[in-house]
């Protein structure tokens, strides 16, 4: 077994239904991990297309709608890897900025994230398992946008919580990493891409010279997972094309 390998382990992958957390949960599968593909919805295609790779999965509904939605689910489950992708995006000027929207987002990008981590630290501590979170952040832990203010506020936070848990949880040989994306070609980012002015503003920006693509951040989060990452904790990885290095 390779120190890419991932064979034996069983991750959870939140909002794996598409976009990033599909492509992450299919390099997962891809390195011989069980994943479970949870989501608010059910993770059929993702499950399927696992499946149809040869790899072992399955689904969960898991609705962050309750930030508190996963406090039961690792306990004697068996599981070493959780990938905290689930996340949403409210767009409106900070002056006009909701109070609704403001929790909503905090709600599923960053009070939901620590709790999932909470109850996954929780049962590997107790069970004396080693195991790696990954959590995804975005470029706008380290800028701060236009017209997104909760969502940079939450960005921001998953960083900070990625680093206070790695420091607290090194010693149980838990490693806790965060990738901040640039601007990936998802749902997330329908809006903006389709918008041919600010679509030609972003590509401008980047130096690779090209959107992201959502199995750029799949490669990259099975191996934060892998042993071959065993002594990188508290990261926060750019993986932008380059944007904040320009
Ligand atoms: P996406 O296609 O909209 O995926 C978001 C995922 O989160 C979906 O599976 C969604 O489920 C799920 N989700 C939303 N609310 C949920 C809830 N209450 N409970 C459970 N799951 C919920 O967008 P994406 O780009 O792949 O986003 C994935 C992550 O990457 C997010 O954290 C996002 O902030 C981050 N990110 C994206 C970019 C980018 O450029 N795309 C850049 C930086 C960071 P539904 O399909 O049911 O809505």
Redesign the pocket.
């Known amino acids: 077994m390779g120190p890419f390998s991932l064979e034996g382990r069983r991750a959870l992958v939140?909002?794996?239904?598409?976009?990033?957390?599909?492509?992450i949960a299919l390099s997962l599968a891809g390195q011989g991990a069980h994943v479970v593909c949870?989501?608010?919805?059910a993770?059929d295609e993702t499950v399927a297309a696992i499946t149809a790779a040869g790899g072992s999965a399955d689904a969960l509904l898991?609705?962050?709608?309750d930030p508190m939605?996963a406090k039961d689910v690792f306990d004697g489950a068996g599981y070493s890897i959780l990938v905290?992708?689930?996340?949403?995006?409210r767009r409106a000027e900070s002056v006009e900025y909701s109070e609704t929207d403001w929790d909503d987002v905090m709600?599923?990008?960053l009070k939901?994230l620590f709790f999932t981590c909470q109850a996954f630290g929780k049962a590997l501590i107790a069970e004396g398992t080693p195991g790696a979170v990954v959590n995804?952040?975005?470029?706008?832990s380290f800028q701060g946008g236009i017209r997104v203010p909760a969502?940079t506020a939450s960005?921001h936070g998953?960083a900070g919580v990625t680093k206070i848990l790695a420091n607290e949880w090194a010693p149980h040989r838990i490693t806790v990493n965060a990738i901040?994306?640039?601007?990936?070609?998802?749902?997330?980012?329908e809006a903006l891409r389709d918008d041919p002015e600010r679509s030609r503003a972003i590509l401008d920006r980047i130096p690779a010279g090209r959107?992201?693509d959502?199995s750029d951040?799949g490669g990259t989060a099975a191996f934060l997972a892998s042993p071959a990452a065993g002594y990188i904790t508290g990261a926060v990885l750019n993986v932008d094309g380059g944007w904040l290095a320009r």
């Open positions: 939140t909002g794996a239904n598409t976009g990033i957390g599909q492509a949870a989501g608010r919805r993770c898991l609705d962050f709608a939605a905290n992708n689930a996340g949403i995006i709600d599923v990008n939901a995804i952040a975005s470029l706008l969502y960005k998953v901040a994306p640039g601007y990936i070609a998802t749902n997330n980012t959107w992201g959502p951040i």
